[in-house]
């Protein structure tokens, strides 16, 4: 599965790289060589989702005091980074220049 580098247009940016820029890395574009990162406040958004996934499941365990909460957790958790990978469009960034 490739993604559509936002510098040159080309779907050129591979999974395991749209992986790393959910992860707030930079990634270089392999056609063209641009940097390219997550948009931020959407990225933003999804680790809000990820806290409140994680303060609802803990939460809920506390106070039912059921294990299969975790599992939900981490389900969802799956689901959101999922839906990160594949919705959160990539940003372009500009070239660092040396100082």
């Given at each position: ?5 936002p ?6 940016v591979p ?6 820029t959910?992860l ?5 574009c392999?056609g ?8 931020p406040?959407?990225?933003?958004g ?6 409140w ?8 365990y506390?106070f ?7 599992a ?7 689901l ?6 594949r919705?959160?469009p990539?940003a ?8």
């Amino acid at each position: 599965m490739l993604f559509k580098c936002p510098h040159c247009g080309d779907a050129t940016v591979p999974l395991r790289d749209k992986i790393k820029t959910s992860l707030w890395a930079a990634v270089h574009c392999g056609g063209c060589g641009g940097r390219i990162a997550a948009y931020p406040w959407i990225l933003a958004g999804v680790y809000f989702a990820h806290a409140w996934n994680v303060m609802w499941w803990v939460g809920l365990y506390h106070f039912n005091g059921k294990p299969v909460y975790f599992a939900y957790m981490v389900l969802l958790w799956a689901l959101i980074e999922g839906l990160s990978v594949r919705f959160v469009p990539l940003a372009r960034l500009r070239a660092r220049h040396p100082s």
